[in-house]
């Protein structure tokens, strides 16, 4: 059976998927047709119903539920690894709700936090990721909203953090600081879900035992990155949540949907998203 799939080319989802999509791991008859963008990109592609297995962030996970469930493996859930706010001098956190700020995209997980936290920011530019550093050093906005292996390199960069919205979710709420997950069409029968879920997680636990195996693939897409922000990205994006949700990792998304809703900032969710 041949699947779309869709995911980023981040290390951590390049770590995770090398072992299903190269066949070093046995796909259960599966075969997959890649999708490598941004996730902002992919949020846009679940949009349109016309894919059948993405990652996903968790706020356009959202918009998308009544197409999509999420897995339980795949998922980037975890603790000190939550977006951050940053600028080129200081502000202040009372500050915020008048900034111009550069964000990842509307529906990423990190726009949805900012907005938790400061639920009357409305001043808010979209770039992609990688694009939000150069916006702030330049002037084009006040602050920027940065992901992924920023974090590991904005104060080198003369960067001033604001607030990091992970130790804001953290304090919260005592939970993990949901991202995103891999989402899965419901056209899809259960029995392929439930397949879809198995290779997902053999191939995580195939990456943890390979750690050298994977790495061709990686730098495929990570050429600019340092090896060393490479492999912390990895460290602090894939974890145990990756292999299973667990009860604790379901809880957190519900929170984030509960909070969210309460202050009207997505749809209403129904209790059957997970598989």
Not at 106 to 116: F, G, P, Q, V, W
Not at 152 to 159: A, I, K, N, P, V
Not at 192 to 202: F, W
Not at 240 to 255: M, Q, R, V, Y
Request: with cysteine; charged share 25%; net charge negative.
């Amino acid at each position: 059976m041949n699947l779309t799939l869709g995911f980023s080319t981040c290390p951590n989802d390049t770590f995770i998927f090398d072992a299903m999509v190269h066949n070093k791991v046995d796909t259960e008859g599966l075969n997959f047709s890649l999708i490598m963008a941004d996730v902002e990109e992919l949020n846009r592609e679940a949009f349109n119903n016309s894919i059948d297995i993405t990652k996903i962030s968790y706020h356009a996970f959202a918009y998308i539920s009544k197409n999509y469930k999420i897995l339980d493996a795949g998922s980037a859930l975890g603790n000190n690894n939550g977006p951050l706010l940053i600028s080129k001098t200081k502000i202040y956190s009372d500050e915020i709700s008048n900034l111009k700020i550069a964000i990842p995209g509307k529906y990423t997980t990190a726009n949805l936090l900012l907005s938790i936290a400061y639920p009357k920011t409305r001043c808010k530019k979209e770039y992609v990721f990688s694009d939000i550093e150069e916006a702030v050093y330049n002037n084009e906005v006040d602050a920027g909203l940065i992901i992924h292996e920023n974090r590991f390199t904005y104060q080198e960069r003369g960067f001033k953090k604001i607030i990091d919205l992970g130790e804001f979710w953290e304090n919260k709420t005592k939970l993990p600081i949901p991202l995103g997950g891999i989402a899965v069409n419901r056209n899809l029968s259960e029995n392929i879900q439930q397949k879809i879920n198995r290779v997902l997680q053999h191939s995580i636990e195939f990456a943890y035992k390979n750690p050298n195996e994977s790495l061709k693939f990686i730098k495929q897409y990570a050429q600019e990155i340092d090896d060393n922000v490479m492999l912390k990205h990895i460290d602090l994006y894939v974890n145990k949540f990756s292999i299973d949700l667990g009860t604790e990792g379901k809880n957190a998304i519900k929170k984030l949907y509960s909070i969210a809703e309460n202050l009207k900032l997505i749809p209403k969710q129904s209790e059957d998203i997970f598989i």
